[in-house]
């Protein structure tokens, strides 16, 4: 399709990637680091950082739907989801300094103390992160009606998360390490950084947002029920996004199973530097053979690579550098189409119930890939306590037991092959809504979806 048919132009489009890009190194710097700033600043324990992050996701399952509804039950005077992302722009940077702020001073706390700091500060940071991220995935649902240019539009979004991904990946290791291990004054220069990228989305505009009463409560917790295409999907895709195993792991994967702590800027970049490709990968596969057959072959991808990874094993680093970058394509249309899914859930759900409800719908997908983030980090850290992980306090390297480096190698692949073929089988099953059936309810001429050309890997 032709971009002069598009209502949006190259310069907003680029002006909402940027806020992306913004925003992912935020959330990037944060994922990745944090575990490793616990347990080797401030001292805590694998099992005490795993708990933190379990409780966190607990929180999240009252929080984000708290925060979405909210959102969607106000009206500004500068729009539906602007008045929000605005906001927030600058108080998610200033809640990730917090998480960083004052390591040496804590670290020499009582451990309650040190606990309750990092507990309070990582669950502040979840609250105003949910904020900045629905409404601001929302806001591309209202910019076009064009199916196919909101396709686009949220897969390049990804690459400008990417970008930002890959800012942190790389940058903030250098900048820990040139800074002498000063967390705080790194975090204050990777949020500045991203504070002036997310401020660009103040140029991009709400074109489509429906006008309808503000809806009661029991009217969005009863919309949302009944969507079962979006809880399917939500589902799904915590288990396939196993690859977050990775996110958490991979500093502990170079310092302690490569024996070289400055390779965890190349292993994160090989694991999302590729990724990138994916953005224009996404809408080509759509229009080859569909949405769900592009999503359902990439976690099978996931899946099978991390299984060759396990068996290659550990020995050989260009294998693994390789076979990760291979990966890293896969996961990038994984990361890239939830937004396109629930955009899809949004329609479905209008067409259903009445009620077209873009921030709770994409504060499921925030709370999954929170949900698939922490639980895969409480998972990978609470199996390293198990097996006898030696945490370190000011810095302090460790070595650890082999029992304990095999046991990263087994949960980095075999755990991300496992989460993949679970949500495989999860999607296939109960994941069936294509264009042809939104096509149909809107046109009131098939409202029902159990026909048999919706099934297998083809449909689109």
Avoid at 4 to 23: A, H, M
Avoid at 30 to 58: E, K, N, P, Q
Avoid at 213 to 228: G, M
Wanted: hydrophobic share 55%; glycine share 8%; with cysteine.
């Amino acid at each position: 399709m032709s971009q002069d048919r598009y209502e949006t132009g190259r310069k907003e489009r680029l002006s909402y990637y940027t806020f992306f890009t913004g925003q992912n190194i935020i959330f990037m710097f944060v994922t990745i680091f944090i575990s490793i700033y616990y347990t080797s600043v401030l001292g805590l324990s694998a099992g005490v950082v795993g708990i933190i992050f379990l409780i966190a996701r607990v929180w999240d399952t009252i929080n984000d739907p708290m925060l979405s509804v909210l959102v969607e039950r106000s009206r500004f005077k500068g729009g539906k989801f602007k008045p929000w992302i605005n906001a927030i722009a600058w108080a998610v940077p200033l809640a990730t300094v917090l998480i960083f702020a004052f390591g040496d001073e804590i670290a020499q706390l009582p451990m309650w103390m040190r606990i309750t700091y990092a507990f309070v500060t990582y669950v502040g940071w979840g609250m105003l992160y949910t904020i900045s991220d629905a409404p601001s995935y929302a806001l591309g649902s209202v910019m076009t009606k064009n199916k196919e240019e909101r396709n686009v539009i949220y897969s390049f979004v990804r690459f400008g998360g990417f970008v930002g991904m890959v800012i942190a990946m790389v940058g903030a290791p250098l900048l820990v390490d040139k800074l002498g291990g000063k967390w705080t004054m790194a975090a204050v220069i990777m949020c500045l950084l991203a504070m002036v990228l997310m401020l660009t989305i103040r140029t991009v505009k709400e074109r489509h947002v429906v006008e309808q009463q503000i809806p009661t409560l029991k009217q969005i917790v009863s919309a949302v029920a009944k969507n079962r295409y979006l809880l399917l999907f939500i589902l799904a895709f915590v288990f396939i996004s196993g690859s977050n195993f990775a996110f958490t792991l991979m500093p502990y994967v170079a310092r302690d199973v490569f024996n070289d702590a400055t390779l965890s800027s190349l292993f994160l970049f090989a694991m999302i530097g590729p990724a990138m490709l994916a953005s224009p990968l996404v809408p080509f596969g759509i229009r080859k053979i569909g949405k769900i057959a592009t999503f359902a072959w990439a976690a099978v991808a996931m899946a099978v690579l991390s299984i060759i990874t396990w068996f290659v094993g550990y020995e050989h680093i260009e294998f693994f550098v390789a076979l990760t970058m291979i990966k890293a394509i896969a996961l990038g249309v994984i990361l890239i189409m939830p937004s396109i899914f629930i955009a899809d859930c949004i329609e479905y759900s209008h067409l259903q119930s009445g009620q077209r409800l873009e921030a709770v719908a994409f504060a499921t997908q925030t709370f999954a890939n929170k949900a698939s983030t922490a639980l895969g980090g409480a998972m990978a850290m609470g199996y390293l306590a198990m097996v006898g992980f030696v945490q370190s306090t000011a810095g302090v390297v460790v070595k650890q037991p082999p029992e304990v480096t095999q046991g990263m190698w087994d949960v980095l692949n075999l755990g991300n092959a496992i989460g993949a073929a679970i949500g495989l089988v999860i999607f296939l099953l109960g994941y069936k809504l294509t264009d042809q059936i939104l096509l149909n309810m809107k046109e009131n001429a098939l409202p029902q979806d159990n026909t048999s050309t919706h099934l297998g890997l083809a449909a689109k």
